[in-house]
T-cell receptor, first 113, second 114 residues
Framework: GNSVTQMEGPVTLSEEAFLTINCTYT??????LFWYVQYPGEGLQLLLK?????DKGSNKGFEATYRKETTSFHLEKGSVQVSDSAVYFC????????????FGRGTSLIVHP | NAGVMQNPRHLVRRRGQEARLRCSPM?????VYWYRQLPEEGLKFMVY????????ESGMPKERFSAEFPKEGPSILRIQQVVRGDSAAYFC????????????FGQGTRLTVV
């Protein structure tokens, strides 16, 4: 079956620090990969996505590259801000029959001024 | 194009009552998913529905929980005889019947059982 593994949080950083949140996956077929962000009390919002190998998704300074050889989709940002404090979820949907989005457990990011 | 609409946003029920959560998917989306999120935990898949059909309910508790997505109207997640352990945030997401397209989430319903 499909599964997504994320690094455990919380990740605590100072403002302007470099961010990496690791994500690896197992999937049937050819998955599409996503990062979602959840702010306190809110639903999940799509942050970025990549639908095939070597694609790079990017948005609001965040980037992630679809690495088929390592089955990874790590999230990075060069300089985080306090407003980036949230929970980040890595997810996939697979072309192998089921449309059900599969999520990692989420990684909490806390950015201090 | 309105997003995924969930209501109510907050719901308080006494133990033993029924909770009914509603979700209207985005226009053009025929796939609906329900997830449960407990404090400090990730999203747990509950059920996947298409119009008038339950496609996958492998994440639904065997008792007290049911879901439907009728031909007309919103999808409904129903919890009968609620217990304190049902307190959680319940999220609905929808997507079109196309692979590679992300699911769009509602704001969630926060259920508190007292």
């Amino acid at each position: 079956g499909n599964s997504v593994t994320q690094m455990e949080g919380p990740v605590t950083l100072s403002e302007e620090a470099f961010l990496t949140i690791n994500c690896t996956y197992t999937a049937t077929g050819y998955p599409s990969l996503f990062w979602y962000v959840q702010y306190p009390g809110e639903g999940l919002q799509l942050l970025l996505k990549a639908t095939k190998a070597d694609d790079k998704g990017s948005n609001k300074g965040f980037e992630a590259t679809y690495r088929k050889e390592t089955t990874s989709f790590h999230l990075e940002k060069g300089s985080v801000q306090v407003s980036d404090s949230a929970v980040y979820f890595c997810a996939l949907t697979s072309s192998g029959g089921s449309y059900i989005p599969t999520f990692g457990r989420g990684t909490s990011l806390i950015v201090h001024p | 194009n309105a997003g995924v609409m969930q209501n109510p946003r907050h719901l308080v029920r006494r133990r033993g009552q029924e909770a009914r959560l509603r979700c209207s998917p985005m226009k053009g989306h025929s796939h609906v998913y329900w997830y449960r999120q407990l404090p400090e935990e990730g999203l747990k898949f509950m059920v996947y529905l298409q119009k008038e059909n339950i496609i996958d309910e492998s994440g639904m508790p065997k008792e007290r929980f049911s879901a439907e997505f009728p031909k007309e109207g919103p999808s409904i997640l129903r919890i009968q005889q609620v217990v304190r352990g049902d307190s959680a945030a319940y999220f609905c997401a929808s997507s079109p019947p196309t692979s590679g397209i992300e699911a769009f989430f509602g704001q969630g319903t926060r259920l508190t059982v007292v």
